[in-house]
């Protein structure tokens, strides 16, 4: 049986114009309840926080570098040699003037004192004699009627009396060179100070005297007061020497910053100031004065000086996190018309705290951007808002106090 022939049916015939209308219209609705991008809109401008320079009082001072030295640093030495006997002293202590520090065997000088003061008594009893020869014969030499002594022989007895009497003072200077050398036996402190650690042991023999090299056997070091030297440029002190109308710097307060300290709170006075700029480093040494009760400074010590280089003025100070660096150049953002920010480029002044002062660039009423820089380059809209104000309502958490960066 042969299968069923199949029916094909007409296809509706559609044109492509009539196409394009329903095409049209099924976009359309498909895009209804959908908003584009574009008619979402753009991000709101970024918040950031601006303020006006604020006026304050300033001062401007420099900053130098030093070290502390003291006033009276002594080596030590004996001044005549022998054997060590005694340490009168604990390493590192504070000792004062004239205490013990050093003894050496006094037995030898002893000796040479006893020695000395006999040579002097055997001196004495010569010149006793001879001034009672010299007597006699002056009284021989004026009787008329005697001619008992001859006049050359009444010289010879003037001079041998005038010999011992040169002979006693010798004698005499020899006694005192002898005590002298007794009492150099004991090596006081020249000066009060901290002394270091002995160089010498008991028992070693110490050269002293002037000849040779003389033993060191210890450096004493004075601690109160002490001095801070630094150096200062040429330019710094032109500025010093304007403001202060001549070179009499003595007395000028100084102020002092050690490595772990937050500013500077130690209080001196300028003490000196050279008389020659170093040709080769275009500096001048200068030195300060501070008091040290307490010994916090020791010599050697490393720290920050400022010294005021001006008188008091008004300036315009603006928070220093708003100061940016463009290459070698600093510049502040501001708010200008129409919210858009610009950059102005300043000349700094000192650091007051956390406030850094403007010296040019900037007007009193400039808004300059002090919170949100990372968000903003010049010539973007922003919304300002006011330091310290409420961020406005829809604002992002935040965005109002956000770190400077």
Partial sequence: MSPAPRLSLPRPAVSVAAA??????????????????????????????????????????????????????????????????????????????????????????????????????????????????????????????SNAISKQAFDQRTQAERTAAAIVQSQEAQVRSAQLDLGFTEVKAPVSGKIGDRRVSVGNYVTGGTGGTPTLLAVIVSTDPIRFEFTIDEASLLRLTRRQGGTDFKGEPVTL???????????????????????????????????????????????????????????LVVPDVAIGTEQVKKFVYVVGPENKVSQKFVTLGPLQGDMRVIREGLAPDDKVVVNGLMRVRPGVTVTPQAAGAQPAAGAPAGSANAAAK
């Fill in 257 to 315: 910053r050690l490595i772990d300290d937050k500013d500077f709170v130690h209080k001196g006075k300028l003490d000196f100031l050279n008389n020659v700029v170093d040709r080769e480093t275009g500096t001048i040494r200068g030195r300060a004065v501070f008091d040290n009760k307490d010994g916090l400074f020791r010599p050697g010590m490393f720290a920050r000086l400022r010294l005021q280089s001006s008188d008091p003025y008004q300036a």
């Fill in 20 to 145: 394009v209308p329903v095409l049209a219209l099924a976009l359309a609705l498909a895009g209804c309840g959908q908003p584009t991008a574009q008619q979402q809109g753009a991000p709101p401008p970024p918040q950031v926080t601006v303020a006006t320079p604020t006026s304050a009082n300033v001062t401007d001072t420099d900053e130098y570098v030093g070290r502390f030295v003291a006033i009276d640093e002594v080596n030590v030495r004996a001044r005549v040699s022998g054997y060590l006997d005694k340490i009168g002293f604990t390493d590192g202590q504070m000792v004062k003037e004239g205490d013990v520090l050093f003894t050496i065997d006094q037995r030898p000088f002893k000796i040479a004192v006893d020695q000395a003061q006999a040579n002097l008594a055997q001196a004495k009893a010569n010149l006793d004699f001879t001034k009672a020869d010299l007597e006699r014969a002056r009284t021989l030499l004026e009787d008329k009627t």
